[in-house]
């Protein structure tokens, strides 16, 4: 099997029903997304097919840049994640092993790297503004997700992503957790269900029957910082609200659930990475029986990646270990620099906060700018 081999290409479905219509990658982590009819066997679209082959021939592709430059820099990637958490390197599936399900866009933050397509918060954050001039994103039917999951053989599935929105509001995701429950084959025995969250919101005990029937149930907590920055980037959420929940979650779930952090490495904490990384080692390493709470990085996209760094900022990181994040083909693009720091200058006044203040390093990386 060959050294880029990835289970997500040949194995992994994202199933995405905020648009008009549904669409279907190989992976969250990509921007390669093609319709689908939920209706017939959409595992064996002849769109899935050139990056699988491609993948066979030892070769990476361009759309995978965020696992190639973290393996770059020695840390543990998506790729490398799921190689191991989905147990072998096989080919040609009768089924996906993953799926990662994106259908309701319901939020109560508006954090700086994500944006108004997963978020109804942003979209009235805007409005409040006068930058919104559209209908307000409303719940997918789930009907719809059960649907899709239907035609899937699923009895290869070792794991299913819930994709927000905050999917820990109110009970749409849960409806889907208990179909789930019903009809995938051994969920208790093999079955990894995932709560892609922003760690505010608490889980209600009356679901807690429903955790206990599947393998383990992982909030995949995001945070892109500590206290300050975290509220910052991960606005209006405060630090102390969610360590507070977490902390109580790991203490009354049942034990089968489980925590995963996943941070977003953008042009804010790059410089700061190592702040979150001693939190958890000091706080949060383990879940309540004592296993590991892993701690995986993804790059920001678009406004805040690391395209958007300055030469002073590169020179700096070139003296950490987190010098191999910046992308290979970085150049100093002062025209981009200066959209994105209009734009956060215009949302710190919306919000009442200060880069300058939150993040002084960086922002003396960006002096000429300011």
Same mark, same amino acid.
């Given at each position: 099997?060959?050294?880029?081999?990835?289970?997500?290409?040949?194995?992994?479905?994202?199933?995405?029903?905020?648009?008009?219509?549904?669409?279907?990658?190989?992976?969250?982590?990509?921007?390669?997304?093609?319709?689908?009819?939920?209706?017939?066997?959409?595992?064996?679209?002849?769109?899935?097919?050139?990056?699988?082959?491609?993948?066979?021939?030892?070769?990476?592709?361009?759309?995978?840049?965020?696992?190639?430059?973290?393996?770059?820099?020695?840390?543990?990637?998506?790729?490398?994640?799921?190689?191991?958490?989905?147990?072998?390197?096989?080919?040609?599936?009768?089924?996906?092993?993953?799926?990662?399900?994106?259908?309701? +866009?319901?939020?109560?933050?508006?954090?700086?790297?994500?944006?108004?397509?997963? @978020?109804? $918060?942003?979209?009235?954050? !805007?409005? %409040?503004?006068?930058?919104?001039?559209?209908?307000?994103?409303?719940?997918?039917?789930?009907?719809?997700?059960?649907?899709?999951?239907?035609?899937?053989?699923?009895?290869?599935?070792?794991?299913?992503?819930?994709?927000?929105?905050?999917?820990?509001?109110?009970?749409?995701?849960?409806?889907?957790?208990?179909?789930?429950?019903?009809?995938?084959?051994?969920?208790?025995?093999?079955?990894?269900?995932?709560?892609?969250?922003?760690?505010?919101?608490?889980?209600?005990?009356?679901?807690?029957?429903?955790?206990?029937?599947?393998?383990?149930?992982?909030?995949?907590?995001?945070?892109?910082?500590?206290?300050?920055?975290?509220?910052?980037?991960?606005?209006?959420?405060?630090?102390?609200?969610?360590?507070?929940?977490?902390?109580?979650?790991?203490? +009354?779930?049942?034990?089968?659930?489980?925590?995963?952090?996943?941070?977003?490495? @953008?042009? $804010?904490?790059?410089?700061? !990475?190592? %702040?979150?990384?001693?939190?958890?080692?000091?706080?949060?390493?383990?879940?309540?029986?004592?296993?590991?709470?892993?701690?995986?990085?993804?790059?920001?996209?678009?406004?805040?990646?690391?395209?958007?760094?300055?030469?002073?900022?590169?020179?700096?990181?070139?003296?950490?270990?987190?010098?191999?994040?910046?992308?290979?083909?970085?150049?100093?693009?002062?025209?981009?620099?200066?959209?994105?720091?209009?734009?956060?200058?215009?949302?710190?006044?919306?919000?009442?906060?200060?880069?300058?203040?939150?993040?002084?390093?960086?922002?003396?990386?960006?002096?000429?700018?300011?």
């Amino acid at each position: 099997m060959s050294n880029v081999y990835c289970s997500m290409i040949h194995n992994g479905l994202e199933l995405n029903f905020k648009g008009p219509g549904v669409t279907a990658q190989h992976c969250c982590l990509r921007n390669t997304r093609f319709p689908v009819d939920i209706a017939t066997d959409f595992w064996e679209d002849s769109r899935f097919i050139p990056l699988r082959e491609k993948n066979k021939q030892n070769v990476w592709s361009p759309g995978c840049e965020n696992c190639q430059s973290l393996e770059a820099a020695g840390q543990t990637s998506f790729r490398t994640g799921m190689n191991a958490g989905l147990a072998g390197n096989s080919l040609d599936s009768s089924g996906p092993k993953r799926i990662d399900l994106l259908f309701d +866009t319901s939020c109560n933050l508006a954090c700086r790297s994500c944006g108004t397509q997963s @978020s109804t $918060f942003w979209q009235k954050h !805007l409005k %409040e503004h006068g930058e919104w001039n559209q209908p307000i994103g409303k719940p997918q039917q789930h009907d719809n997700v059960i649907t899709a999951l239907e035609k899937l053989d699923l009895s290869n599935l070792r794991m299913l992503v819930f994709c927000g929105g905050e999917t820990l509001l109110g009970q749409a995701y849960w409806e889907v957790t208990k179909w789930l429950a019903d009809n995938v084959p051994n969920a208790k025995e093999q079955l990894t269900l995932c709560f892609q969250t922003n760690g505010t919101q608490p889980i209600h005990p009356r679901n807690y029957e429903l955790i206990d029937r599947f393998h383990l149930v992982k909030l995949h907590v995001s945070l892109d910082g500590i206290t300050q920055k975290f509220e910052y980037l991960r606005w209006p959420a405060t630090w102390e609200q969610v360590v507070d929940n977490i902390m109580h979650t790991r203490k +009354t779930a049942p034990s089968n659930l489980m925590f995963h952090i996943e941070e977003t490495v @953008s042009i $804010f904490n790059l410089f700061y !990475l190592s %702040e979150l990384e001693d939190w958890v080692s000091k706080h949060f390493t383990t879940n309540r029986e004592g296993d590991i709470v892993n701690h995986d990085k993804h790059m920001a996209r678009w406004t805040f990646s690391l395209e958007n760094c300055t030469q002073e900022y590169v020179d700096a990181v070139q003296q950490t270990e987190f010098k191999n994040l910046i992308p290979r083909s970085w150049q100093e693009n002062s025209t981009n620099i200066i959209k994105m720091i209009a734009e956060i200058k215009k949302f710190d006044q919306f919000r009442n906060q200060s880069f300058e203040k939150t993040f002084p390093e960086v922002a003396e990386f960006y002096a000429r700018y300011l």
